[in-house]
């Protein structure tokens, strides 16, 4: 990851809803982790861009400790700024280079690095993975996403084409910049496309579906992930192998669905079986039967005793949400759709179906599971008692159906009440950035009557003050509150 091409073509950076503390710590103590709370804890983001993701857990957590450490002056000179107007005191941007950052030992709860370990060179891995062990608390947790074989050997085609297309274009023009370099490498790409479009050309058919997939796409995201000098794909065991090396231990994936292989059939549940218990060749084995291509995996300590059998009384004190949202009903099945993806999800029309529609009301403030259980009773004549309610409950998160976190979230499910959005946001869609913050941790593009909506959104009126008569104004609070937007 060279200095010189962040400077010149700045990442793009996100809120990342995988990385926020009060899921992460829910995951964490399910496996007998005792992270600390997100609101009492000290947070650090290796490789934090422009800061948009640890500046708003600063302000979401206003009683932590944020810092965000980032090679690139011009990504922190930005993020300085935003924190600045955000009116964020409890963060703090730096500019370092993994390999020399001096980070204090044992200082911090959550470790964030995404978009990083595969991106550095081998030794400067290496570093990485030290650091980390040397910066977490004795009950900390780090989160580390990076590419893995063998489902990104095949966008290694793309990043090869690419990458020659790069060249010929600086070569053909003498210009060398990360603009020129893009137009080159989509050129190529699309040239070969062109030429490989026969019906049944697999390799046509592969570069057809890439340059599909990029239409949507930030061009800094197709620049540092194609035209990158480093970009190393590995196996998983790969990973944690060096991993446990600087005295780290696998916890769970941040999203612990992928970990899952209820839908593969008793034969791939045989297979992993004969495994002995081994989670690491078994996440290995899953890797290959997904063709999984990047992994976001959370690690601790390796002197914690992890627990993996999911202790009831750790679960019964968890909150739980849902993107998905009831639509409607068919004669056996129940109709959700995802609120972001647009995603269809049949469910029988079952308790399972009951428990998801439970969640999926409660918007992203999230039910407890005391809420949960006591509605269900209700409405099944007292047939489920608590083991029945967990036992749903694990099968929708392991499904991927639902979410866990350890803190109700301040986010407001009505449109009544106070109308006030986090301080970031303001100042993103006052700013005219691309994209804006929700209360949920997730970066959005929105429209002119949405950012102008957030913007007002200051706290000093009620939202039934703000809409009026305004159908256009109805429309654009209702998507933000859709969004989770909108603090309670």
């Known amino acids: 990851m060279a200095q010189t091409t962040y400077e010149e073509m700045p990442y793009a950076t996100f809120a990342l809803r995988l990385a926020d503390p009060n899921r992460l710590a829910a995951i964490a103590r399910l496996y007998g982790v005792d992270v600390p709370a997100p609101d009492t804890a000290s947070v650090l983001e290796i490789g934090c861009g422009t800061g948009t993701n640890i500046i708003h857990l600063a302000e979401r957590y206003p009683g932590s400790r944020c810092v965000g450490v980032d090679i690139s002056e011009r990504h922190i000179v930005e993020g300085q700024k935003i924190a600045l107007g955000s009116s964020c005191s409890n963060v703090e941007l730096r500019c370092g280079d993994i390999r020399n950052a001096a980070l204090g030992h044992g200082e911090f709860d959550y470790i964030i690095c995404h978009g990083v370990y595969s991106w550095v060179a081998p030794s400067v891995r290496q570093h990485l993975l030290s650091l980390i062990s040397s910066a977490l608390s004795e009950n900390g947790i780090a989160l580390v996403s990076y590419n893995v074989l063998p489902g990104w050997r095949s966008r290694g085609i793309l990043r090869d084409i690419m990458q020659t297309g790069a060249m010929h274009r600086v070569l053909s023009t003498g210009s060398d910049t990360p603009e020129t370099r893009l137009d080159g490498a989509m050129e190529l790409l699309r040239l070969v496309a062109e030429k490989r479009g026969e019906v049944g050309d697999l390799y046509g058919t592969y570069i057809r579906e890439g340059i599909e997939r990029f239409q949507d796409s930030h061009p800094s995201y197709l620049f540092h992930e194609y035209l990158e000098e480093c970009n190393e794909p590995f196996l998983f065991s790969t990973f944690m192998r060096d991993a446990e090396l600087h005295g780290l231990q696998f916890v769970s994936e941040a999203q612990p669905s992928m970990m899952s292989v209820d839908e593969m059939g008793e034969k791939v549940a045989s297979y992993l079986d004969g495994l002995g218990g081994d989670i690491i060749a078994r996440e290995q084995c899953i890797d290959v039967l997904r063709n999984r291509m990047f992994r976001e995996t959370i690690v601790c300590r390796g002197t914690i005793p992890l627990k993996r059998d999911l202790k009831a009384s750790v679960f019964t004190s968890l909150y739980f949400v849902s993107d998905l949202r009831k639509i409607g009903d068919e004669e056996r099945e129940s109709v959700y759709r995802d609120g972001l993806t647009e995603r269809i999800v049949r469910t029988p029309n079952d308790e399972h179906s009951a428990l998801l529609h439970m969640i999926s009301e409660a918007g992203y403030a999230g039910s407890s599971f005391q809420e949960l259980k006591e509605s269900l009773t209700a409405t099944t004549a007292g047939r489920h008692d608590e083991r029945a309610v967990m036992h749903g409950l694990v099968r929708l998160w392991r499904c991927g159906l639902i979410d866990v976190a350890l803190e109700r979230a301040p986010i407001r499910a009505q449109l009544r009440g106070e109308a006030r959005v986090s301080r ?30 957030v913007v007002a959104c200051d706290g000093t009126r009620r939202l039934d003050e703000m809409v009026g008569d305004s159908t256009e104004r109805d429309t654009a609070l209702g998507r933000l509150l859709a969004l989770g937007f909108l603090y309670e």
Request: hydrophobic residues 35%; neutral net charge.
């Open 424 to 453: 970031l946001a303001r100042y993103q869609a006052s700013t005219g950035e691309r994209f804006v913050t929700s209360v949920q941790h997730r970066s959005f593009e929105l429209t002119p009557a949405e950012r102008e909506m």
